[in-house]
Protein backbone atom coordinates (compact mmCIF):
# COMPACT_ATOMS: atom_id res chain seq x y z
CA UNK A 1 0.00 0.00 0.00
CA UNK A 2 1.40 3.70 -0.77
CA UNK A 3 -0.31 7.03 0.30
CA UNK A 4 1.48 9.48 -2.03
CA UNK A 5 0.21 12.94 -0.32
CA UNK A 6 1.40 16.40 -2.28
CA UNK A 7 0.73 19.94 -1.91
CA UNK A 8 2.85 21.01 0.29
CA UNK A 9 3.31 24.75 0.31
CA UNK A 10 3.46 27.97 2.33
CA UNK A 11 0.42 29.87 2.15
CA UNK A 12 -0.41 33.32 3.73
CA UNK A 13 -3.40 33.52 6.10
CA UNK A 14 -6.75 33.69 4.12
CA UNK A 15 -5.33 31.80 1.32
CA UNK A 16 -6.42 28.50 -0.18
CA UNK A 17 -4.55 25.46 -1.00
CA UNK A 18 -6.03 22.09 -2.74
CA UNK A 19 -3.46 18.86 -1.56
CA UNK A 20 -3.67 15.49 -3.40
CA UNK A 21 -3.03 12.12 -2.47
CA UNK A 22 -2.56 8.96 -4.33
CA UNK A 23 -3.20 5.68 -3.64
CA UNK A 24 -2.11 2.50 -4.84
CA UNK A 25 -2.13 -1.32 -3.32
CA UNK A 26 -6.07 -0.68 -2.30
CA UNK A 27 -9.35 -1.30 -4.34
CA UNK A 28 -9.41 2.25 -4.06
CA UNK A 29 -13.39 2.97 -5.12
CA UNK A 30 -14.34 0.62 -2.75
CA UNK A 31 -12.99 2.35 0.56
CA UNK A 32 -13.69 5.58 2.74
CA UNK A 33 -10.30 8.17 1.76
CA UNK A 34 -9.87 10.45 4.49
CA UNK A 35 -7.37 13.50 5.56
CA UNK A 36 -5.86 13.79 8.84
CA UNK A 37 -3.08 16.36 10.13
CA UNK A 38 -0.67 16.53 12.99
CA UNK A 39 0.80 20.14 13.70
CA UNK A 40 3.92 20.28 15.75
CA UNK A 41 3.95 18.82 19.28
CA UNK A 42 0.06 17.73 18.67
CA UNK A 43 -1.28 14.40 18.23
CA UNK A 44 -2.62 13.53 14.80
CA UNK A 45 -6.10 14.27 14.37
CA UNK A 46 -9.01 14.21 12.11
CA UNK A 47 -9.76 16.49 9.16
CA UNK A 48 -12.30 14.89 6.88
CA UNK A 49 -13.52 11.87 5.43
CA UNK A 50 -15.29 10.58 1.82
CA UNK A 51 -16.90 7.49 1.49
CA UNK A 52 -17.16 5.45 -1.51
CA UNK A 53 -20.16 6.61 -2.12
CA UNK A 54 -19.18 10.20 -1.59
CA UNK A 55 -20.88 11.23 1.64
CA UNK A 56 -18.48 13.36 3.73
CA UNK A 57 -17.46 14.33 7.14
CA UNK A 58 -15.49 17.09 8.63
CA UNK A 59 -14.14 18.06 11.73
CA UNK A 60 -15.54 21.33 13.25
CA UNK A 61 -12.57 23.33 13.23
CA UNK A 62 -12.79 23.07 9.06
CA UNK A 63 -16.40 22.63 8.44
CA UNK A 64 -17.40 25.17 6.10
CA UNK A 65 -13.64 26.22 4.35
CA UNK A 66 -12.28 22.64 3.66
CA UNK A 67 -14.05 20.58 1.03
CA UNK A 68 -12.65 16.49 0.45
CA UNK A 69 -13.32 15.06 -2.92
CA UNK A 70 -12.05 12.29 -4.94
CA UNK A 71 -11.26 10.74 -8.59
CA UNK A 72 -12.08 7.16 -8.62
CA UNK A 73 -10.51 7.00 -11.89
CA UNK A 74 -7.28 8.04 -10.76
CA UNK A 75 -7.50 6.75 -7.37
CA UNK A 76 -6.70 10.46 -5.80
CA UNK A 77 -7.95 12.10 -3.06
CA UNK A 78 -8.19 16.04 -2.74
CA UNK A 79 -8.81 18.28 0.29
CA UNK A 80 -9.92 21.94 -0.79
CA UNK A 81 -8.72 24.02 1.41
CA UNK A 82 -9.99 27.96 2.10
CA UNK A 83 -9.77 30.90 3.74
CA UNK A 84 -6.30 28.62 5.67
CA UNK A 85 -5.71 29.69 9.77
CA UNK A 86 -2.21 29.33 11.18
CA UNK A 87 -3.28 26.83 13.60
CA UNK A 88 -4.08 24.69 9.96
CA UNK A 89 -0.27 24.82 10.12
CA UNK A 90 0.20 21.06 10.38
CA UNK A 91 1.81 17.56 8.24
CA UNK A 92 -1.35 16.73 6.48
CA UNK A 93 -1.87 12.91 5.46
CA UNK A 94 -4.22 10.73 4.10
CA UNK A 95 -5.38 7.21 4.59
CA UNK A 96 -8.00 5.12 4.09
CA UNK A 97 -10.61 2.83 6.16
CA UNK A 98 -13.76 4.01 7.83
CA UNK A 99 -10.99 3.53 10.87
CA UNK A 100 -7.38 5.07 9.46
CA UNK A 101 -5.23 1.99 8.45
CA UNK A 102 -1.85 1.60 9.54
CA UNK A 103 -0.48 2.88 6.34
CA UNK A 104 0.48 6.89 6.65
CA UNK A 105 2.64 7.70 3.99
CA UNK A 106 5.03 10.41 4.30
CA UNK A 107 2.33 13.25 4.59
CA UNK A 108 2.87 16.90 2.98
CA UNK A 109 3.81 20.34 5.19
CA UNK A 110 1.31 22.76 4.87
CA UNK A 111 2.43 26.13 6.58
CA UNK A 112 0.32 29.26 7.24
CA UNK A 113 1.68 32.28 7.77
CA UNK A 114 -0.13 34.99 9.62
Known amino acids: VQLQASGRALVQSGGSLRLSCAAS????????MGWYRQAPGKQREFVAT???????NYAVAVKGRFTISRDNAKNTVYLQMNSLKPEDTAVYYCNFGVRPSKYWGQGTLVTVSS
Open 25 to 32: GIIFRLNA
Open 50 to 56: ITSGGNT
